[in-house]
């Protein structure tokens, strides 16, 4: 049987052995920013764990763009030194393309670690002041974040694409852009958030532009042997919010600036948002954006059984599949979703006698098998 999920793709200048991807998890665990030995060994492991993609979670541009105190970093140089470890261990570790997410948490910034209860950082805890397009607040337990001018806008532009440069010179085979979850680029595409009255607000024209000026400084930067892509939002979730024929819209434009692929999300603007949750829930504004554009799409969602997966490729709703949850509960998603499959996948030679197929009776020379030999 030949399978879709396994077979190759090329994303810009990448190719991936197979279309399974590590979706970006944020670890809530860096200091000042910097990764340490707890990413070592979460991207390590997964770096090894079959997928042809593993994306670095969500890394601020700049100190005010984390979510969190612990959230990882790419503004200094301290940073980018802490993350050459981890790279450079993943790649004596594993076969996985490395990507990276680069993002700024706008409004959603200045949070308390979500296993400290979450919610907003109270102001004796490190507080910060958020930015946003517009002043308002997420809800009424969170303060108003203050609306960017044209030097704020112009700041994070910049912090955008200098983060491109320290990631390409880590060595990164591909950058994603987070325009989604409702952080700051999602907020500027979004009505429900972007009230501005000048060129970055009202029409969709309008409410695409700095998102797509951000876009094109790290377009000018990231070279085009590497791979581009966008983390974008197929629906608010919100009567007024962003809808998936925007969408569609939206992953045009970046596929006339260079960019190679859109990863297709949800959610996460307003608290007043109800998504419909059920496995696979978001491939259909995957399968929209596809249709829509001629970008190379990755869905993502409540995908954890190989069989929809393959499914998910094999009728051509999406390029490629990011999953998150399921690669925290089983680092070896791939390995078992080859067996079930009928592919093949890398497996490291230390680990090579856990594959079902170097089981009792397969030759292997090593002093602990089963026979004494
Ligand atoms: C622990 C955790 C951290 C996450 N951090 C990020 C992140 O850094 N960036 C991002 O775009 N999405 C993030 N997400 C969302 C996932 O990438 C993914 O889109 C979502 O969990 C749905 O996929 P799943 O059903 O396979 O988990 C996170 C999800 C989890 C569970």
Redesign the pocket.
């Known amino acids: 049987m030949t399978s879709h999920l396994f077979s190759p793709l090329t994303i810009g200048g990448l190719t991936l052995v197979n279309r399974i991807a590590v979706?970006?998890?944020?670890?809530y665990s860096a200091e000042n920013g910097a990764a340490n030995d707890w990413h070592l060994q979460h991207l390590g492991s997964l770096s090894l764990s079959g997928a042809g993609l593993v994306i670095v979670?969500?890394t601020a541009v700049e100190p005010a763009g984390r979510i969190s105190h612990g959230c990882l970093g790419l503004y200094s140089d301290a940073n980018e030194a802490a993350l050459a470890r981890v790279v450079g261990f993943c790649r004596r570790a594993g076969a996985a393309a490395l990507g990276i997410?680069l993002?700024h948490s706008g409004r959603k910034g200045s949070a308390r670690l979500p296993w400290e209860g979450g919610g907003p950082l109270l102001p004796d805890a490190g507080a910060w002041t958020t930015a946003a397009p517009s002043a308002i607040p997420f809800d009424n337990r969170w303060p108003s974040p203050q609306a960017l001018d044209e030097a704020g806008l112009a700041r994070i532009r910049d912090a955008h694409a200098k983060a491109a440069r320290r990631a390409e010179r880590l060595g990164f085979d591909l950058v994603e852009l987070?325009a989604?979850?409702g952080f700051l680029l999602h907020s500027f595409l979004s009505p429900i958030t972007n009230r501005r009255t000048d060129r970055y607000g009202g029409s969709l024209a309008n409410r695409m532009r700095y998102p797509l000026e951000v876009a094109a400084a790290i377009r000018e930067v990231w070279p085009r042997q590497k791979a581009l892509g966008m983390?974008i939002t197929g629906t608010d979730w919100v009567d007024g919010g962003i809808t998936p024929d925007e969408a569609g819209i939206f992953a045009g434009k970046l596929s006339d600036i260079g960019f190679d692929y859109v990863c297709v999300?949800s959610g996460g603007i307003s608290p007043a948002a109800r998504p419909g949750i059920a496995p696979g829930y978001q491939v259909p504004f995957a399968a929209a954006v596809k249709k829509a554009s001629d970008i190379a799409v990755q869905a993502?969602?409540?995908?954890?059984d190989p069989h929809q997966a393959e499914a998910i490729i094999a009728e051509g709703r999406a390029d490629c599949v990011?999953?998150?949850?399921?690669f925290?509960d089983d680092p070896r998603w791939s390995w078992h979703a080859a067996d079930a499959l009928g592919a093949d996948v890398a497996c490291p030679p230390q680990y090579a006698r856990s594959r079902p197929n170097l089981w009792p009776g397969a030759a292997l020379a090593h002093p602990h098998r089963g026979d004494g030999r």
């Open positions: 979706s970006p998890m944020c670890q979670e969500q997410q993002a987070l989604a979850h983390r999300s993502v969602g409540m995908i954890a990011a999953l998150a949850r399921a925290l």
